[in-house]
């Protein structure tokens, strides 16, 4: 029982069997959080620094509580406050870091490889929370455990990413995970927000009419627009988005079956999804984030045994 | 290979363990029973079934717990976890814990660990099907017992639940 990997970069590095692997490792991860002591002393030997880059606020506090619920001693660093304001950088700060006896970095980043890039330099076992437009693994790993959860089974499932797929690392994420695990997929959102050649170099499905999406769907994963990400302008207003692109009640009710909606947060209400969406039964945005610190205990726990300990 | 328990004596053994439980105590109200994963909850399947016939309607309570996470060899090997199913409090109940083979004593050891998430039971118990005299790395020994065994550290010995018999090798 061992992931093929040292480090969880992307799920383009994973194969099947570790997807699996950590969705079953999660669902009895899950059942630990229901305890009345929701703690176990696995990682008790391990020390794990939380590198934040970017600013998140899911993310970090699912990630330390699933290190601290597996009794892991944790370091939280910003980069904000840091002396990475001094000019140092990424590797010298991680060196540092690992100088100090630390086993294991869980890394969000603005720049897309930059967990890829510590990997070859440093000898702990890097995490993944979002490397800019590429991959957010962890992610789309709960993103697969709630839905699997929902529906029993993803081979097969009619899943449709919506919004800003040009921006979104939870899309490219899902797109890996779900063509590997069988389900099929489509992108939906405005051309501008679309790459060109997503439809081929994926064998996806691409289409720019909301309600024809949702139609043909069982899941919906309703994506942030990531304004801080996009450097021109590729709609003409928020409001305008939210006529042509935003998931609403009217529009659901239109298309005469129930489907499940996710949304990996924070939510933009108002834009990508309406409130009544976001708060109504067909979602399990919150199942989610209680999902992600199962997910997140199975991915360090199958990593930390790769450590080096002697 | 030597067969140590057959078919019919692995029947009786089962029968006699529940018997030994009932013995002990009158009110099987304050008694949980619970099953380590993955090879002791047949032997617990087996107790749990046995107790229900003999006490028709009684109301013993009876879980199921997977100790992976609490190994102390997560270092050298890591284990697939199974499904832990307790779905009640421990608190001040009697527990009596179920696995299949006593060796070294270290999955009770850590079997104790991991009850203790689930509460502060009055008295935890060891029940097992098998038990490997002279071979324990721990100071743990069964309250209850199916056959007590000498075998050398290089043997094995194995509960076949399929065929209802147990054997050394």
């Given amino acids: 029982m061992q992931l093929s990997t040292k480090h969880l970069l992307g799920i383009k590095d994973l194969q099947l069997s570790d997807i699996e692997l950590i969705l079953s490792t999660a669902t009895q991860f899950k059942e630990v959080l229901q305890r009345p002591i929701k703690k176990v002393p696995s990682l008790r030997d391990t020390t794990i620094v939380n590198l934040f880059y970017e600013n998140s606020t899911r993310t970090r506090i699912s990630f330390e509580l699933a290190e601290k619920r597996l009794s892991a001693d944790t370091l939280n660093f910003s980069a904000s406050g840091s002396s990475v304001s001094k000019g140092e950088t990424l590797l010298d700060t991680v060196n540092n870091i690992l100088s100090m006896k630390v086993d294991m970095v869980v890394m969000r980043h603005s720049a897309s490889g930059a967990p890829h890039f510590l990997a070859k330099h440093i000898p702990a076992a890097i995490i993944n929370a979002g490397d800019g437009i590429n991959e957010h693994p962890t992610q789309a790993l709960l993103d697969a455990f709630s839905i699997k959860e929902k529906c029993g089974t993803l081979k097969g499932k009619k899943v449709v990413l919506v919004g800003d797929i040009m921006h979104s690392r939870v899309a490219l994420s899902n797109i890996y995970l779900l063509k590997k695990a069988g389900a099929e997929v489509m992108v939906a959102g405005p051309p501008t927000l679309i790459p060109k050649y997503i439809s081929a170099a994926f064998d996806i499905r691409v289409e720019y009419n909301l309600k024809k999406a949702l139609k043909w769907c069982d899941v919906a994963n309703v994506l942030r627009i990531q304004l801080e990400r996009q450097n021109q302008v590729l709609f003409s207003s928020l409001r305008e988005y939210n006529l042509a692109y935003g998931v609403s009640k009217k529009l659901l009710e239109s298309i005469n079956k129930e489907i499940v909606i996710l949304h990996p947060g924070p939510v933009n209400r108002g834009v990508e999804i309406d409130s009544d969406v976001a708060d109504s039964k067909q979602s399990i945005i919150l199942q989610q984030v209680e999902n992600g610190v199962a997910v997140r205990m199975a991915v360090l726990y199958l990593l930390s045994n790769k450590q080096n300990f002697n | ?169």
């Fill in chain 2, 1 to 169: 290979m030597k067969t140590i328990l057959d078919k019919y004596q692995l029947q009786i053994t089962i029968e006699r363990l529940a018997y030994q439980l009932i013995e002990n105590y009158s009110d099987l109200s304050s008694v949980v029973i619970i099953g380590i994963q993955p090879r002791g909850i047949f032997l617990s399947d087996k107790i749990f079934a046995q107790l229900k016939k003999i006490i028709p309607g009684n109301t013993i309570e009876y879980g199921k717990m997977d100790i992976t996470f609490y190994r102390d060899d997560i270092r050298k090997e890591l284990h697939s976890p199974n499904q832990t199913n307790i779905s009640f409090s421990i608190e001040d109940k009697n527990v009596v814990l179920i696995d299949d083979v006593l060796y070294t004593g270290r999955t009770i050891r850590a079997a104790l660990d991991a009850l203790l998430a689930f509460g502060r039971p009055k008295k935890v118990e060891l029940c097992v099907l098998i038990n490997r005299r002279y071979s324990r790395q721990l100071p743990i020994q069964p309250d209850y017992c199916g056959k007590a065994i000498d075998s050398l550290i290089s043997q094995k010995v194995k509960v076949e639940w399929d065929k209802e018999e147990v054997v050394l090798y």
